[in-house]
C-alpha cells in the first residue's frame, strides 16, 4: 500500500520531518521514527505534533490492522526527552503542558484499537522507554548495543511520561524502583528475564519479525490469549483484579516470583516496600536529592489511585520537579559532559594505534582494560611475568563481567583480550604511538622511566604520565623530546570513574595534547585540560580541604562529626574516610609540597598527615587509618580508630558547629577552585565543575564549586571566607577572582 497520505484537522496535508508512517500490503502499518539532522532520536515538542498527527490517520483508518514502531537510526530507538527543550522549562506551566503533552500521545497509543507492537534496537531511554510501556508487545534486537533504561533520576528528573506507572505492573515493583532510583541500563537478555520485553530477536530482520508479530496478535483481538492457570483466573475476577493491578502474573513454578507477588499484590507489602525505600534513599542523598523521593512517591500513589490518575499526579509533580535548582545542576552538568565528546583539536591528533601501558598494577591494568577499545594493540610491561599475568588476570575479569551483563559478545570479548600482549623489557616499544606511566608517586622513577622510553621508541612516540600532583614539566626536566611529555591522571577505579584529567607543561605539544584528548574521549572519559603546576587542579583542591579536615581533627573536633557535616552537605564520603582511603602516604607528599608552594598566602600543612606516615598509618590500603578496619561495620559505620588520634596528641573534644565544618572544609575547597582559574590552571568555570564534580565527588546538586558560588551568591560566600579569616589565619583569604566577582555583582556563568 506504500506511504500513507496525512491530513491534519484542517483536512490540509501534513509535512512530516521526524516520522514516516506506511503501510504495508498486510495492513500493518509501520511508523518509523528519524529525527534529522542528528545522530538518535530524543523526544521533543515538535515530535510529539507529529505524533498526534499520525495518531489521527490511523485512528480514522479501518484498513489498519496493527501497528509497528521502529526506528530510523542504526543505533538508537529514542534516547529520552529533548534536553534542550527542557532546558527552557522555567516555571511550572511551562513544565506542565511539556509533559502533559507527551503522556496525551503515550494515552492514545495505549489506547488505540489495534495491537501496538514496538521494535527495540541499540539504546531505548528515558522518554524512548516510556514509548514501549504503552504497546502491547516490546521486541528487542539481541544485540550487544541494545540497552534500555529510566537514566531520568541521573539529571534530577523522574519518568514522568507514565514510566513510574506502567513499569511495575510490568516488572514488579522491587524491580522497577531500583532500575528508576538508579538510572541503570538493562541488556537486552536481562531485560527479557525481567519481564521488560516479550521476545528478543536478530537485528537484521526486525521490522519483518515485529510485522508478523502485530498481524498474530491483530488474529488474536489485540492481546495476547489470557492465562488459563488457576492464579490466572483467579487474578481477572473484577474484585481480585482491583487490589492487584498487574500487567503480567507469576511464574507459578518459580517461588521467588510467587514471593514477590505475595508481597506486592497488597497494600500491606506494598507499603512496607515504599518505606524501605525511602530510608535507603534518606541515609544514601541524606534527603539532598528530591527526584529519587518523586519517584516513590508517584509509584506508590499510582498503586493506590490507578495509572491514569497517577500520570495526572505525575504530571504536577514534574512540574514541580524541573524548575529546582538541583533539577537545573544536573542538567546542566549532562550538558557539559555532552558537550566533551567532541575534540576540539582533532585535525592536529595523531592515531593511537598501538599502546603501552607501563606497570601492570590497579592503576595500569585499568588503564588497559579501557583502552582496549580505544586501539588496536595495548602492550602491558610491568618488571616480572607474574606482575604481567595478575594485570592480565584482572583485566581478563573486566571483559568476562561484561560479557555476562550483555555489554559484549563471546566475538566482542575473544578480539578484545586478543589485542593484550604483555613485556617485562622494553624491546617491544618500537612503533608505540602512546607511552602511559602508571608507576608509584615518586619522581626520580619516573624520570628514569621516561628516559628509557625515550631511548626505545621513535620521535613520534607520546608518554604520558599518570600522575596526580608530581610536576609534568619536572618529569620532563632531562628528557630528550619533552614536546612529548604530558600528563594523563586517571581516578581509581578507572573502568568505572568517568574524568581524566590531562596536564599540560610548557613544552608540551599541540599535537600531544591533541592526541591525548583524542585517545582519552575514545576511552569514553569526560576530559579537562589544565596547565601543570603544583598538584594540578583536582588534587590541589581536594587536599587543600583534606589538610583543613586534619587540622580539625587535630583541634579536637569529632571524626565522625565532621564526616556527617560533610555527607549532608552532598558528599557521599566522608573527607574522614576519603583520607583513609587517598592515604596518609600521599597525603603528607602532597600537603608539604604545596604547604612550600603557597606559603606566600598563609597556607598551614598539617603535620598530622606526616605523623601518622611515620608510625606506619597508611590508611585503607594497611588498615590503620582513622577508621578501625579491624573492627566489624556496625549499623552506625565503623568505629574510630582511637590509636590514630593519640598519635596525633588530641586531647579532649571541640563542640564545633556543623556550618562551621562545612564551611571550613566546602569553602576551603571552593575557594581554591576559584584561585585555580584565577591563576589559569583550568580554563574555564566549566572545567573546574566538571573536574570537581566527576573527579573528587562535590555534591552534584549544587553544579559543582563555581554554579554553588554563583547560586549562594559571590558576596556571602565571600563573607564567610572573611569570617574564617578572622578566626583561623590568612589560609582563608578568598580569591582576588572572587572578591572581584563579589563587588562587581557578578556570576561566574
Known amino acids: ?7 491534519n484537522a484542517g483536512h490540509e496535508k501534513a509535512i512530516m520531518n521526524y516520522l514516516s508512517l506506511e503501510n504495508t500490503d498486510r495492513e500493518i502499518a509501520v511508523l518509523t521514527i528519524d529525527v534529522p539532522g542528528v545522530a538518535v532520536n530524543s523526544v ?27 526506528s530510523g537510526k542504526t543505533d538508537n530507538f529514542v534516547v529520552g526527552a529533548d534536553l534542550d527543550e527542557v532546558r527552557t522549562l522555567k516555571d511550572r506551566e511551562s513544565a506542565r503542558a511539556y509533559i502533559g503533552k507527551g503522556n496525551a500521545c503515550l494515552n492514545r497509543i495505549e489506547d488505540l484499537a489495534v495491537p501496538v507492537v514496538c521494535a527495540i534496537h541499540g539504546h531505548c531511554l528515558g522518554g524512548g522507554l516510556e514509548i514501549p510501556l504503552v504497546c502491547d508487545y516490546r521486541m528487542a534486537s539481541d544485540s550487544t548495543g541494545t540497552v534500555l ?4 533520576v541521573k539529571v534530577g528528573l523522574f519518568p514522568a511520561g507514565g514510566g513510574t506507572q506502567r513499569l511495575p505492573r510490568l516488572i514488579g515493583i522491587q524491580e522497577a524502583l531500583s532500575v528508576m532510583l538508579t538510572g541503570k541500563q538493562i541488556r537486552a537478555k536481562q531485560a527479557k528475564k525481567i519481564g521488560l520485553v516479550d521476545e528478543l530477536v536478530s537485528p537484521h530482520g526486525i521490522k519483518e519479525a515485529a510485522i508478523a508479530r502485530a498481524l498474530t496478535l491483530a488474529g488474536n483481538g489485540k492481546k495476547a490469549p489470557k492465562k488459563t492457570s488457576f492464579i490466572g483466573s483467579l487474578y481477572n475476577r473484577t474484585f481480585f483484579k482491583k487490589y492487584v493491578p498487574y500487567d503480567k502474573l507469576p511464574d507459578p513454578t518459580n517461588m521467588a516470583d510467587l514471593q514477590r507477588f505475595a508481597l506486592e499484590s497488597n497494600p500491606v507489602g506494598r507499603k512496607i516496600l515504599f518505606d524501605q525505600a525511602r530510608k535507603r534513599v534518606m541515609k544514601q542523598t541524606q534527603g539532598l536529592y528530591p527526584a529519587p523521593l518523586a519517584i516513590i512517591d508517584s509509584v506508590e500513589y499510582g498503586f493506590t489511585h490507578g495509572v491514569r490518575t497517577g500520570i495526572e499526579a505525575d504530571i504536577d509533580r514534574f512540574a514541580e520537579l524541573a524548575i529546582t535548582p538541583e533539577a537545573e545542576a544536573f542538567v546542566n552538568l549532562f550538558f557539559a559532559m555532552n558537550g566533551r565528546k567532541k575534540n576540539p583539536m582533532a585535525d592536529k591528533a595523531a592515531p593511537v594505534n598501538k599502546l603501552v601501558v607501563l606497570g601492570a598494577g590497579l592503576m595500569g591494568h585499568g588503564i588497559a582494560g579501557t583502552s582496549l577499545a580505544a586501539c588496536d594493540t595495548v602492550l602491558l610491561k610491568d618488571i616480572s611475568v607474574e606482575a604481567c599475568a595478575n594485570g592480565m588476570r584482572e583485566i581478563y575479569k573486566g571483559l568476562d563481567k561484561r560479557f555476562k551483563s550483555g ?3 563471546r566475538f566482542e570479548h575473544d578480539a578484545m583480550y586478543g589485542k593484550l600482549v604483555t613485556a617485562v623489557d622494553y624491546s617491544r616499544l618500537a612503533g608505540t604511538d602512546l607511552v602511559i606511566e602508571a608507576a608509584f608517586e615518586d619522581l626520580d622513577l619516573k624520570r628514569k622511566i621516561l628516559a628509557e622510553v625515550e631511548a626505545a621508541t621513535d620521535a613520534h612516540t607520546i608518554f604520558a604520565s599518570n600522575t596526580s600532583s608530581l610536576p609534568i614539566s619536572e618529569i620532563a626536566r632531562y628528557a630528550v ?3 612529548n611529555v604530558i600528563g594523563m591522571h586517571y581516578f581509581s577505579p578507572v573502568h568505572s570513574m568517568p574524568l581524566l584529567e590531562i596536564i599540560t607543561a610548557e613544552k608540551t605539544s599541540e599535537r600531544a595534547l591533541a592526541s591525548a584528548l583524542d585517545f582519552g574521549i575514545r576511552q569514553g572519559k569526560t576530559c579537562i585540560v589544565v596547565k601543570d603546576g603544583p598538584a594540578f587542579y583536582t588534587t590541589r583542591i581536594l587536599h587543600v580541604m583534606l589538610n583543613e579536615v586534619m587540622l580539625m581533627v587535630e583541634e579536637g573536633v569529632d571524626v565522625k562529626a565532621i ?4 555527607k549532608r552537605f552532598g558528599y557521599p564520603v566522608g573527607p574522614v574516610q576519603l583520607i583513609d582511603e587517598v592515604g596518609f602516604d600521599l597525603g603528607f607528599h602532597v600537603v608539604e609540597a604545596m604547604g612550600k608552594a603557597f606559603s606566600d598566602r598563609g597556607f598551614v600543612p598539617s603535620g598530622g598527615f606526616r605523623r601518622l606516615h611515620d608510625a606506619g598509618y597508611l590508611g585503607k590500603k594497611n588498615g590503620k587509618g582513622f577508621y578501625d578496619y579491624s573492627a566489624k561495620k556496625k549499623a552506625g559505620g565503623r568505629p574510630v580508630n582511637a590509636t590514630a588520634l593519640k598519635i596525633l596528641r588530641v586531647s579532649g573534644k571541640s ?7 562545612r564551611h571550613r572544609a566546602g569553602l576551603m575547597m571552593v575557594n581554591e577552585a576559584i584561585r585555580c582559574l584565577e591563576e589559569h590552571i583550568i580554563a574555564s568555570p566549566e572545567d573546574g565543575d566538571l573536574g570537581a564534580v566527576l573527579g573528587l565527588r562535590f555534591p552534584p546538586t549544587t553544579g559543582g564549586p563555581f554554579r554553588y558560588v554563583d547560586r549562594t551568591g559571590a558576596d556571602k560566600v565571600h563573607g564567610i571566607l572573611e569570617q574564617l579569616r578572622a578566626k583561623y589565619g590568612d589560609r582563608f583569604t578568598p580569591a582576588a577572582l572572587l572578591t572581584d566577582t563579589a563587588k562587581r555583582h557578578l556570576t561566574f556563568y
Open 563 to 566: 564526616d556527617t557535616a560533610m
Open 655 to 661: 563542640g564545633m558547629k556543623e556550618d562551621e565544618i
Open 44 to 70: 521533543s515538542s515538535r515530535l510529539l505534533d507529529e505524533v498526534a498527527t499520525v495518531l489521527d490517520s490511523i485512528e480514522k483508518d479501518p484498513a489498519i490492522k496493527g501497528l509497528v514502531i521502529i
Open 149 to 152: 533504561g529510566l537514566p531520568e
Open 481 to 483: 623530546r619533552p614536546e
Open 407 to 409: 555489554a559484549l559478545n
Open 1 to 7: 500500500m506504500g506511504n500513507v497520505t496525512l491530513e
